[in-house]
């Protein structure tokens, strides 16, 4: 994916492409045969010795097989060998009440293009102080613990995330929120986002010294991050590894332009901002006939919206900027 060389203007440096235009684009540049992928549960202490769960996929040459993975299936060969080695890893960050399994489809593609794909749940929890901590702690699990550390090279770590998760990855590659914002942006925009914190009485006494980074990451894609108004320049100053940064269209939770837009605003020059249009703020994540039942808000899509065909492209989209950024010595 290419942008603009000016950065002058801020609209040079946005990509607005039609789905099929930016497929034909990720298809070419991913057009390698995509490997079988192998599949496993752990679970992993977080700093305050809460046992998270963690789903892994990871390239494999066992036969793989349809497996459910709650509300989903996948194609995995679960417990199969590892193949490969000098593999990246990506960890993935889910959104508030998800869990590792959300964005299964993207942890898939990421394994069947030749990197380790790591995704803790979170639950429900907001002490969004923990969460970046929490990413340091899944990461010292796969360089040090894993059975199989020795497949990855630490030198090609990246970190997807979604809402609430691109806010955590945001701080883990060196954002240091500003939490003051919260109460004057909340009483001007009562959005949804301010109603759960209000509701959950979330923690937000937050010193910028409490938060967590990890200079090993060097790599992050974003999608419509969540409380990206607290995000300054200043706050965002420090961020070194490049970022892919994704804005849904008609985003109804994260509305524009006070989160990705905002981000994109305060991030060092050099993203790669995509806007797809249309999207609801839940068309990153993964939908099932069961998902659809239970949270309908999370698979509702706007008729002229094809998430599957989306999906497609996002996730060839990711691993074209990981293959780019995260390249093999």
């Not at 490997?35 to 010795?49: H, L, M, S, Y």
């Not at 989903?72 to 960890?91: E, F, K, W």
């Not at 923990?130 to 990246?158: F, K, S, Y």
């Not at 009485?201 to 992050?220: F, G, V």
């Amino acid at each position: 994916m290419t942008q603009s060389k000016s950065v002058a203007s801020r609209a040079a440096r946005t990509i607005t492409l039609s789905l099929s235009t930016l497929a034909a684009l990720m298809l070419s540049i991913t057009a390698a045969a995509a490997q079988t992928v192998g599949f496993e549960r752990t679970v992993v202490a977080d700093a305050n010795g809460k046992l998270r769960e963690v789903g892994i996929w990871y390239p494999s040459e066992m036969a793989a097989a349809a497996q459910p993975l709650g509300s989903y299936q996948h194609t995995v060969a679960a417990g199969g060998p590892i193949s490969g080695r000098q593999l990246g890893l990506v960890m993935i960050l889910h959104g508030v009440q998800g869990w590792f399994g959300n964005h299964y489809h993207t942890a898939l593609a990421l394994a069947e293009a030749g990197f380790v794909a790591a995704a803790v749940t979170h639950g429900p929890d907001l002490r969004l102080v923990d969460q970046p901590g929490n990413v340091t702690r899944i990461l010292e699990h796969m360089l040090a613990v894993w059975p199989h550390r020795d497949r990855i090279d630490p030198a090609r770590v990246g970190i997807f995330g979604f809402s609430i998760g691109g806010f955590a990855a945001l701080v883990a590659i060196g954002g240091a929120p500003d939490f003051t914002r919260i109460g004057p942006h909340c009483a001007a925009h009562p959005d949804r986002v301010c109603r759960i914190l209000q509701e959950r009485n979330a923690d937000l006494a937050m010193p910028i010294s409490a938060w967590e980074h990890d200079a090993r990451i060097k790599a992050a894609v974003i999608a419509a991050p969540t409380l990206g108004f607290t995000f300054t320049k200043p706050a965002l100053a420090a961020v070194k590894a490049p970022v892919q940064l994704w804005r849904a269209g008609s985003d109804e939770i994260t509305p524009h332009p006070y989160n990705a837009e905002a981000v994109f605003g305060a991030l060092p020059p050099g993203v790669d901002y995509v806007v797809v249009p249309s999207a609801s703020h839940f068309a990153f994540v993964a939908c099932s006939v069961e998902m659809a039942e239970r949270a309908p808000q999370v698979c509702r899509d706007a008729p002229e919206f094809d998430r599957q065909a989306f999906h497609a492209t996002f996730n060839s989209a990711v691993v074209a900027y990981f293959k780019t950024r995260l390249q093999t010595p």
